[in-house]
């Protein structure tokens, strides 16, 4: 049974041993890595497919316009700056009935692997912030209020879209957008998408969608059980609350940290560490080896000078 | 002094896993109930979201979600012979507080005891004779087998909806189960999580050795479950922050999930939180609670009278309140008389480090809390201990629960403790090294024990719990044995190094090994060596009934949440069906 693709996007710092996109593709090495997978896409095929269609399939730039901003008017999403995985998983889904769309399941079953790759490096590459929907973004909460009753009705469903998207409801059991799109919605790559700056219409159009069970792509089942839980009015909050957000700046590439012999000479290193004395820690599955841990961990012994040490008290 | 409120049906000491769902059941036959949690009320929103929830600093290091040492703590010594000092930093074990007790912070590892663990004197000395068992073991049966408890497991696991396979199903053994549990009345809840890779590697070397893998019993769940009590946890994202942090997708089963929205709706239930119980006040002749002392969050104090008292704590807080309230006797070492804070044992447990090259790519951050692949083939009495010299076992996973970056790295022995080359050493194995985990049985020895500090007290002026423990000899032979095993499992995953070792005495607090601390109040049918009986009630003062691992005679191979939930609702059921109706001991002696 393989792990379904990362649930986590590796977070670590560049001082880990975080080795780029193949780690975060993939539990099982062996497995071929479909999204964000080292091997890379031709970008002139992308960018072609983007501008002109092909094989019966229309240009992206069509709907989602030439840089990917998407089209307000049509609800037709930002695709620009999402995550290749996410993006490929869509035109994946699209292809193989997982997600359904008059528009888009053609365009995806008339691509073959490698295009949908392409296409998907290509916007994957542009930045989010790129360009202004076209038509505008006319659902975005920017009117002017009129009267004072409409500006309370306003402000109540921002502080609930806010609300929703950062802390979640206890009582709806909804909990918030944030714990996997991210805080302020930037996106998680691989998996989850960035929801900042994303059209409102989109959003609302994407978590009907997720009620409906015409998008069937979240194996964990989180995504429609939280739309099930939204009323019309909590998802049109949420969406006009991410959609007034700016577009996710360039996200942050997966870091690939080289790894090399330590250098013979110039290192400042402590002594060597003998076995710990009283056996090798083990954290629920985690074995509880080096500097961290404090005296009595075995296989890295902090300071080399507590190795065996006796029980505090004594 | 202390303001004396109306009195109410029952009281529940502690509103953590065990107070939540026996409060639950008496609310259910019609009881008022009042529940005392000292810590703060706390909820999946807003208390447990991301990204504040992923604080490793906050949560893991820190401690967060523990009891607060600065007016809480434990002292501890090795033996007798030392004078036992406060810990002023939990580090070895971490008792949890607040709302939802421990069970928010666990790590989800549900399984069942088996009938050799429960029985475990009887069987002992049935199969490998009356002198097996050394003098100085205090190893003794619970009064329950696994087929009293088999429907109290069922019940629990289906209100956590557990994720798991059975092996060993209506007297029937079924293929990717465990084989050495007891007869199961039902599949578990949810089917098993998805297997991670560092595990799918032990799974083969540990079959190709003739043993049996199987995958842990989760309660962070694989799918959505909708439990009797109405409610729905989600599926676990394993996102890799388990064990010492609050779930923010719902995921993992705890009362703030499974229970407490239905509980705190019952118009008969009544929370208090930050209100520290003192003692269970008594009668003049000691055999009847009258109800409890606490003192609230604005330092006032009252007296709740109740007819019946759940004491639902942590373990070793359980033992400590009757100890404060004169419950029972004291245990006395060197007499060997008395049994409150007999019995005390903890968890053995060690671990294996199998180190690769580049090429096997681990991905230790992708994990929930209880994930894996394990063997039980040297759980409990599953193996022949007749030439080995000891008794318990342990079981062997690949359960790695997480791979956060300020707490693991696996470096190989030999690496320097700090600078340039250790660092360069974790980036080399942080992605490539599976962790083996060893966790073992602790039997019940004569010198370990619990019990009042003469010297140190807490916040509130009242003695600290004395905690005398170390490692005895049979758990160390045990340890030396099974992490033997684990290490040829570890030499067949085909790692380049693998390294480990046994658990070494002397027992340290200073480490992390386990929140299982078991015994103290042990359940049994002999008064002269149990706190409480087979339904446990106090044989002393029979309106107080003591729930929680602190009612473990010893403790078994596997972990205690599974057995925990069990006597709760044992306990609730024998309440509810025998003592409402006839108040008074439910055991005659």
Redesign the interface.
């Known amino acids: 049974m393989k792990l379904h693709r990362s649930r986590v996007a590796c977070r670590l710092s560049v001082a880990l041993a975080c080795v780029g996109a193949a780690l975060a593709a993939s539990a099982q090495p062996s497995a071929p890595r479909a999204a964000s997978a080292a091997a890379p896409a031709d970008a002139d095929l992308g960018a072609r497919i983007a501008a002109l269609g092909a094989g019966g399939a229309a240009a992206c730039a069509s709907c989602h316009g030439a840089s990917g901003e998407g089209n307000a008017a049509a609800n037709f999403p930002r695709i620009a700056g999402q995550s290749i995985g996410y993006l490929q998983r869509q035109l994946d889904a699209y292809a193989n009935g997982a997600r359904t769309n008059p528009v888009m399941m053609p365009i995806a079953k008339a691509l073959d692997d490698a295009q949908r790759r392409a296409v998907a490096a290509h916007y994957a590459a542009l930045p989010a912030g790129t360009g202004n929907a076209t038509a505008g973004n006319a659902t975005k909460p920017t009117a002017t209020p009129k009267a004072t009753a409409t500006t309370a009705a306003s402000n109540a469903s921002s502080a609930r879209g806010r609300q929703l998207a950062s802390v979640g409801d206890e009582n709806e059991r909804v909990q918030a957008c944030a714990n996997c799109h991210g805080p302020g919605g930037i996106g998680q790559a691989p998996d989850y998408p960035y929801l900042a700056g994303q059209l409102a219409g989109y959003l609302q159009a994407a978590l009907a969608e997720w009620k409906s069970g015409t998008r069937n792509t979240d194996p964990s089942g989180q995504m429609p059980l939280i739309a099930q839980r939204l009323s019309d009015a909590d998802a049109r909050a949420m969406a006009a609350y991410y959609s007034a957000l700016p577009a996710a700046p360039p996200r942050e590439r997966d870091v690939a940290v080289a790894w090399r012999p330590a250098r013979a000479t110039n290192v400042v290193s402590g002594p060597k560490a003998s076995g710990g004395a009283q056996g090798v820690g083990s954290e629920q599955g985690s074995a509880t080896t080096g500097a961290s841990q404090g005296p009595g961990g075995a296989g890295g012994t902090p300071q080399g000078n507590r190795s065996g040490t006796t029980a505090p008290g004594n | 002094m202390a303001t004396r409120l109306p009195p109410t049906d029952a009281v529940l000491l502690g509103v953590g896993l065990v107070g939540s769902m026996i409060g639950r059941e008496l609310t259910k036959a019609g009881l008022n109930v009042v529940g005392l949690e000292r810590g703060e009320p706390r909820?999946?929103?807003?208390d447990f979201?991301?990204?504040s929830m992923h604080d490793e600093l906050r949560y893991a290091v820190r401690k967060a979600l523990i009891t607060d040492a600065a007016r809480e703590t434990i002292?501890?010594?090795?033996n007798d012979g030392?004078?036992?000092?406060p810990?002023r930093r939990w580090?070895g074990f971490l008792p949890g507080t607040g709302l939802g007790g421990s069970a928010v912070h666990w790590?989800g590892?549900t399984y069942r005891f088996q009938d050799t663990d429960l029985r475990m004197r009887t069987l002992t000395e049935q199969r490998y004779g009356k002198n097996f068992l050394a003098p100085e073991l205090l190893v003794q049966d619970w009064g329950v087998s696994a087929a009293d408890l088999e429907p109290y497991y069922d019940r629990f696991e289906y209100l956590m909806g557990t994720s798991g396979k059975a092996g060993h199903l209506n007297g029937r053994k079924i293929d990717g189960g465990n084989p050495f549990e007891d007869s199961r009345a039902r599949e578990y809840p949810t089917p098993p999580q998805?297997?991670?890779?560092g595990s799918?590697i032990f799974r083969k070397a540990a079959a190709g050795l003739g043993y049996h893998p199987f995958p842990q019993p989760s309660c962070n769940l694989s799918?959505?479950w909708v439990n009797p009590e109405g409610q729905?946890i989600?599926?676990?994202?394993?996102?890799?922050f388990c064990?010492r942090f609050g779930c923010?997708?719902?995921a993992k089963s705890s009362p703030q999930t499974a229970l407490l929205p239905a509980l705190l709706k019952d118009p008969k239930f009544t929370l208090r939180t930050q209100c520290q119980v003192l003692r269970i006040d008594l009668d003049a002749s000691k055999k009847r609670a009258l109800g409890v002392t606490y003192v609230d969050g604005a330092g006032r104090e009252f007296q709740q009278p109740a007819e019946l008292l759940i004491v639902g704590m942590f373990a070793l807080n359980n033992v400590r309140m009757l100890l404060l309230s004169g419950i029972g006797t004291p245990y006395d070492p060197a007499t060997g008389r008395g049994t409150v804070g007999r019995n005390y044992a903890y968890q053995t447990?060690?671990?294996?480090?199998v180190f690769y090259d580049?090429?096997?790519?681990v991905?230790?951050?992708?994990r929930s809390?209880a994930c894996?692949t394990v063997i039980a083939d040297f759980v409990s009495d599953n193996f022949d201990h007749s030439a080995l010299g000891f008794v318990g076992g342990a079981y062997v996973?690949?359960?790695?629960?997480?791979?956060r970056?300020?707490?693991?790295?696996?470096?190989?022995?030999?690496?320097?403790?700090?600078?340039?080359?250790?660092?360069?050493?974790?980036?080399?194995?942080?992605?490539?090294t599976i962790?083996?985990?060893?966790?073992g049985s602790s039997v019940s020895h004569r010198a370990n024990h619990l019990d009042l500090d003469p010297t140190y007290k807490d916040a509130w002026g009242l003695p600290l719990l004395r905690m005398t423990f170390d490692f005895p000899t049979n758990d160390l032979r045990m340890?030396e044995y099974v992490?033997g095993k684990a290490t040829e499992i570890g030499r067949a995953m085909g790692g380049k190094l693998v390294?480990?070792?046994?658990?070494?005495?002397?027992?340290?607090?200073?480490?992390?090994?386990s929140t299982h601390n078991t015994g103290g109040t042990t359940m049994g049918t002999d008064r002269a060596t149990s706190v409480v009986n087979r339904y446990l009630q106090s044989w002393d003062v029979p309106n107080v009934f003591v729930v929680g691992a602190s009612n473990f005679p010893q403790n078994a191979s596997y972990n205690p949440t599974d057995t925990v939930g069990a006597l709760a609702y044992w306990a609730a059921d024998a309440i509810t069906k025998q003592y409402l109706k006839a108040p008074g001991p439910l055991v005659r002696t």
């Open positions: 909820y999946t929103v807003p979201q991301s990204p002292t501890f010594r090795n030392q004078t036992a000092l810990m580090e790590n590892q998805k297997e991670p890779w799918q799918q959505p729905r989600e599926t676990c994202m394993f996102c890799g064990e923010e997708h719902f447990t060690s671990g294996v480090n580049r090429s096997t790519v991905n230790p951050f992708m809390g894996g996973g690949e359960v790695m629960s997480h791979g970056p300020i707490e693991f790295h696996p470096t190989p022995p030999g690496t320097p403790a700090w600078g340039s080359a250790w660092k360069q050493a974790v980036a080399e194995h942080y992605n490539h962790s083996l985990n060893i966790h340890s992490t390294s480990g070792g046994p658990r070494k005495s002397p027992y340290t607090t200073t480490q992390y090994q």
